[in-house]
């Protein structure tokens, strides 16, 4: 009986945090706000300005193909004919340019940047081995400097413009877990996690806040590029997880947001994920997550145990196929040497 009670308890106090959180949820204000998108052009970030745009918001969007922004451009004026959108084609791996087209969307937009979402970046999957430095070095310059550079010269004038600002970096679901063919990507939205959450505590001091949204598998023109160079073991590991498109992951983006939610999923996996690993930083319903907490370590601990089996197994089948390959060119050359021998008696 006083079992029942006690988890009646648990349950009830579970919920009223819940509803509690529910009810003094920030909300998200759009309306005439200057929203920066970086990566706007296709994918998430494209999906992200598109929802914005619909909520009323000047949108500028930042990525380097021009094709691309035109056609994103025209997207989003066929959805919203009365959205004011400002495009600039540049590299937010280079400080510079990046620092001209943020003078620039201002300048279009009249007013200094609301929002911020950092959303471009690329995965270039491989193997440790077979990849050169340059890869990993330009994965950081991307995912992680791309995100800093901008970060770097919008919060200082949001702060200047006493903006109630906000800030959204785009991290991944491969910052809570390290696996094989990521060695060049996992680091850098690692790097983007230490960053927000080292900003989201010292950005109180300002009235900025601070957001990390770790999306697990979108369907992307992105996602379709790094499927062409995804080894076979990630393919397997990665098949357990489930594909969203862009539109669905935004909008649990935007949903969270509303929420006042700092660290947003858009999966169950990657929710376990996150409140498994959440580390010192802020999570979701507190006492929800520690009773959670034996079952998701045992979570974790299979999952640990699966993706060795895979690369385990994979390295036996290697090794199975080089004998196999060693136990076929001796059958061929025995072969090859008794009917040299048929001929010459
Ligand atoms: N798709 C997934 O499964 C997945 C999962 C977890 C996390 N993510 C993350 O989610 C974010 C969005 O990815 P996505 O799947 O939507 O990718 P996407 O469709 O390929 O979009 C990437 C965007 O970034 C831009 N971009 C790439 N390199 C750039 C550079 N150097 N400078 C400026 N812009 C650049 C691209 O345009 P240009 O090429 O024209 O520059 C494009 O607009 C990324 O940070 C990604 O790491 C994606």
């Avoid at 004011?84 to 087209?101: L, P, R």
């Avoid at 007013?111 to 911020?116: G, T």
């Avoid at 660290?263 to 997550?289: H, K, Q, W, Y």
């Amino acid at each position: 009986m006083d079992a029942v009670i006690g988890i009646g308890a648990v349950v009830g106090v579970i919920v009223a945090i819940h509803i509690w959180k529910r009810l003094t949820a920030p909300g998200l204000k759009l309306n005439n706000k200057h929203v920066i998108i970086t990566g706007g052009s296709t994918g998430l970030g494209l999906a992200v300005a598109i929802k914005c745009a619909e909520k009323g918001s000047h949108v500028s969007l930042f990525s380097r193909s021009k094709d691309k922004l035109a056609a994103a451009h025209k997207d989003i004026v066929t959805r919203v004919p009365l959205a004011k959108v400002f495009t600039y084609s540049c590299d937010v791996s280079k400080y510079d340019e990046v620092a001209k087209a943020v003078e620039a969307a201002n300048s279009f937009q009249g007013q200094v940047c609301d929002m911020l979402v950092c959303s471009a970046g690329l995965a270039y999957p491989g193997y440790f081995l077979s990849q050169p430095l340059e890869t990993f070095r330009a994965q950081m310059d991307l995912n992680y400097f791309g995100s800093l550079n901008i970060a770097k010269i919008v919060i200082p004038e949001m702060i200047q413009a006493k903006k109630d600002g906000h800030v959204v970096f785009v991290s991944s679901a491969m910052a809570f877990i390290g696996m094989i063919g990521y060695a060049q990507y996992c680091p850098t939205k690692f790097a983007v996690r230490g960053l927000a959450d080292s900003l989201r505590n010292e950005m109180i001091k300002y009235g900025i806040k601070v957001s990390i949204f770790y999306p697990a598998n979108m369907k992307t023109p992105g996602f379709d590029e790094e499927n062409k160079t995804k080894p076979e073991e990630t393919k397997q590991i990665e098949g357990t997880a489930s594909t969203q498109s862009a539109d669905e992951a935004a909008e649990y983006l935007m949903n969270g947001l509303r929420r006042g939610k700092y660290a947003i999923t858009n999966d169950l996996a990657c929710e376990i994920m996150r409140m498994a690993s959440c580390g010192v930083a802020p999570r979701g319903n507190i006492v929800f997550e520690a009773v959670l907490m034996p079952l998701l370590i045992l979570i974790s601990w299979v999952f640990t145990i699966f993706m060795d089996f895979v690369v385990r197994r994979s390295r036996n089948q290697g090794e199975k196929n080089k004998q196999d390959e060693v136990r076929s060119i001796v059958r061929n050359q025995e072969v090859s040497d008794s009917s040299a021998l048929t001929s010459t008696s």
